[in-house]
C-alpha cells in the first residue's frame, strides 16, 4: 500500500473512532449500562491502536518513497 492509502485507511478508522466516542457519551447521558460502555471503550482502545499502526505505516512508505 502507499502512504496515501494508508493515510486513507487511518482516516476512515478515524470516523469509526468518532462514532464509538459519541456512542459512548451518549450512553454516559442515559442509564448507565456499564457492559455497553466496557465494549465501546475496548472499541475504542483498538481503533486507536489501528490507527496508530497506519499512521506508522504511512510515514515508513513516504520515507521509503523519497
Known amino acids: 500500500m ?3 492509502e494508508h493515510l486513507g485507511r487511518a482516516e476512515e478508522l478515524l470516523v469509526r473512532l468518532e ?3 459519541d456512542e ?3 450512553l454516559a447521558d442515559q442509564e448507565p ?3 455497553r460502555a466496557v ?3 475496548q ?3 483498538e481503533l486507536a491502536k489501528q490507527v496508530e ?3 506508522s505505516r504511512a ?3 513516504a520515507e521509503a518513497e523519497e
Open 33 to 35: 449500562d456499564a457492559e
Open 2 to 4: 502507499s502512504a496515501d
Open 19 to 21: 462514532k464509538a466516542r
Open 53 to 55: 499502526q497506519e499512521l
Open 39 to 41: 465494549e465501546v471503550l
Open 43 to 45: 472499541e475504542l482502545a
Open 59 to 61: 510515514r515508513r512508505e
Open 24 to 26: 459512548l457519551e451518549r
